[in-house]
């Protein structure tokens, strides 16, 4: 895990919040971009905090993310790959994303014992 990764699930990028947001909505990164009115590219830069000017509407429309997608964001942090993930934790990365999607705790676990705060 790279130095500087905020193991504190509950502060929270404005990107951050804007990547959370869509993945709730189930929407593509396209889709997402034309519901907020700007272009892909610029929902791009937005979500990985490069882009601070945006419209505030986009700021403002998540709410409390569930602990599934704060298991999604704990391995976007850790910037590890999928395949490492399985290896570390004995499953293969189709049942990690199946742990994810249910907001399994052994995932959960698994990022806790990496330092990670729910």
């Not at 700021?59 to 999604?72: D, I």
Request: aromatic content about 6%.
């Amino acid at each position: 895990m790279p130095d500087r990764v905020n193991v504190h699930l509950k502060d929270r990028t404005k990107g951050e919040e804007l990547w959370l947001w869509r993945h709730a909505a189930g929407l593509t990164q396209r889709a997402a971009a034309r519901r907020l009115g700007v272009g892909r590219v610029t929902l791009q830069g937005m979500e990985r905090d490069a882009l601070r000017d945006a419209p505030d509407r986009a700021w403002r429309l998540v709410s409390k993310p569930s602990r599934t997608l704060l298991l999604a964001l704990a391995r976007r942090r850790s910037r590890l790959s999928l395949s490492r993930i399985s290896s570390l934790v004995g499953a293969s990365h189709v049942t990690v994303l199946r742990w994810e999607d249910e907001g399994d705790p052994r995932l959960a676990t698994f990022w806790e014992g990496r330092g990670f705060i729910f």
